[in-house]
């Protein structure tokens, strides 16, 4: 079973419109949780790397918060462009070495 | 461009052969990271190497091996291939491989395995 489950799997928005991603991950321990964009056939990119100790980092129109507690994680994206149109993935960070888990992805499609 | 360089871009292949792909990390990052993303899958850690050595296994078949060389470059070596290896394979870097560090991701080899 993964350890770090993304919600929704897909969703479509208006261009200029908000929208959130949710990420509840079961990985223990755990030291940090990224948040990384990746366009279609390309690498992924990061937005934001969080700490246990971080519940919020903002990176321009995207803005993250974690909740170590109930190991919950949300991405927010401010008003829409069409180059926001990606995967959105979620990535937990266990060990102390740099094995990360990642999570299955949202597929965000911006529409004008 | 994140730093990493990746080669070959494509790369196309039959069953049952071996391949090697390459990875420049960023300079100065001591770290390396195999990836492996197949159709609609997420991605899947394969291996990690620090300055030359070994430091974390993931999924990795029997099949693959990599190693990492006196100048951090990687390689990723997939042998007996099946129809089933067709994938993007991803590297990426960090500073120095601790779960804390960014890791800056290559633009992925395509491989497809006919």
């Known amino acids: 079973k993964n350890q770090v489950e993304q919600s929704p799997q897909s969703l479509i928005i208006l261009e200029g419109k908000n929208c959130t991603l949710q990420?509840?991950?079961?990985?223990?321990?755990?030291?940090?949780l990224r948040w990384y964009k990746q366009d279609t056939g390309r690498g992924p990119v990061s937005l934001t790397i969080?700490?246990?100790?971080?519940n919020t980092k903002s990176n321009g129109r995207y803005t993250a918060t974690l909740d170590a507690d109930t190991k919950q994680s949300s991405l927010h994206i401010t008003a829409s462009q069409l180059s926001d149109s990606a995967s959105y993935i979620c990535?937990?960070?266990?060990?102390?070495?740099?094995?990360?888990?990642f999570g299955a992805g949202t597929q965000v499609v911006v529409t004008p | 461009d994140s730093g990493v360089t990746q080669t070959p871009k494509h790369l196309i292949t039959a069953t049952g052969q071996r391949v090697t792909l390459r990875c420049s990390p960023r300079?100065?990052?001591?770290?390396v990271y195999w990836y492996q993303q197949s159709l609609d899958q997420g991605l899947q850690f394969l291996i990690q190497?620090?300055?030359?050595?070994?430091?974390a296994k993931g999924n990795i078949l029997e099949r693959f091996s990599a190693q990492q060389f006196p100048d951090l470059h990687s390689e990723l070596n997939l042998s007996s291939l099946e129809l089933g290896d067709s994938a993007l394979y991803f590297c990426?870097?960090?500073?120095?491989?601790?779960?804390?560090?960014?890791?800056?991701f290559g633009p992925g080899t395509r491989l497809t395995v006919l």
């Open positions: 969080m700490t246990f100790s971080e």
């Open positions: 990535v937990v960070g266990g060990d102390s070495w740099g094995k990360l888990q």
């Open positions: 190497y620090y300055n030359g050595e070994e430091r």
């Open positions: 990426a870097s960090s500073v120095d491989g601790s779960s804390y560090n960014e890791q800056f």
């Open positions: 990420c509840n991950y079961t990985v223990s321990p755990f030291s940090n």
């Open positions: 300079s100065g990052d001591l770290s």
